[in-house]
């Protein structure tokens, strides 16, 4: 089966910094990459996501990028934000999503 | 658009009773929903894939007979932990996956359910 392997556990950065998160998977036929913010006792929301025939995506501060040869697929966001703190998980599938164990993103003021 | 809703929230039950959660795609029609747990401070494990009209697809170690699925309609999965014990306390969460055409890979996730089981 799939595995998600996600780096870092946790990131701490000040208020306009960029962060990024990354992620590595094991099953090539994987062709689905989200992205979900989970603030405390909240559902996971989608932030973004590619599909294995785009390299790179971008929303507003939001990026993704995903080397397919590498197995391996990171989160970008830029002029980070107090409210852009949350836990963040990436995931990789296609019929099913496996998830990484999350990154937890601290952003001071 | 894309609304998931998951009832109750919150429960607390005696240890050997059964529970039963529901999980409602309220704009959308979903074929596919699925269940997972989250322990706290942890990622979300993948329990089983409920199908609609048709058997769940049990993840490894996932007790079927224990995490009863129901994929009755189009917009209704039920999970239902039957004779629940301490260890089954946890945050359950469902997903549904939109069947339209071009987003048939996007999870939309419900509010979650709390379960305390004393």
């Known amino acids: 089966g799939e595995n998600v392997e996600q780096h870092p556990s946790t990131l701490s950065v000040q208020e306009g910094d960029s962060a990024v998160i990354k992620c590595t998977y094991s099953?090539?036929?994987?062709?689905?990459f989200p992205w979900y913010k989970q603030e405390l006792g909240k559902r996971p929301q989608l932030i973004i996501d590619i599909r294995s025939n785009v390299g790179e995506k971008k929303d507003q501060r939001i990026a993704v990028t995903l080397n397919k040869t590498a197995k391996h697929f990171s989160l970008h966001i830029t002029e980070t934000q107090p409210e852009d703190s949350a836990v963040y998980f990436c995931?990789?599938?296609?019929?099913?999503?496996?998830f990484g164990k999350g990154t937890m993103l601290l952003v001071s003021p | 658009g894309a609304v998931v809703s998951q009832h109750p929230s919150r429960v607390i039950c005696k240890s050997g009773t059964s529970v039963k959660i529901e999980c409602r795609s309220l704009d959308f029609q979903a074929t596919t929903m699925f269940w997972y747990r989250q322990f706290p401070k942890q990622s979300l494990m993948l329990m089983a894939t409920s199908n609609e009209g048709s058997k769940a697809t049990y993840e490894q170690g996932v007790e079927k007979d224990k995490f009863l699925i129901n994929h009755a309609s189009l917009t209704l999965s039920t999970l239902t932990v039957t004779s629940a014990h301490p260890e089954d306390s946890s945050f359950y969460i469902c997903s549904a996956r939109e069947d339209s055409r071009g987003r048939r890979d996007t999870q939309y996730f419900g509010p979650g359910t709390r379960l305390t089981v004393l």
């Open positions: 995931a990789a599938g296609y019929s099913t999503l496996t």
């Open positions: 099953d090539s036929a994987s062709n689905y």
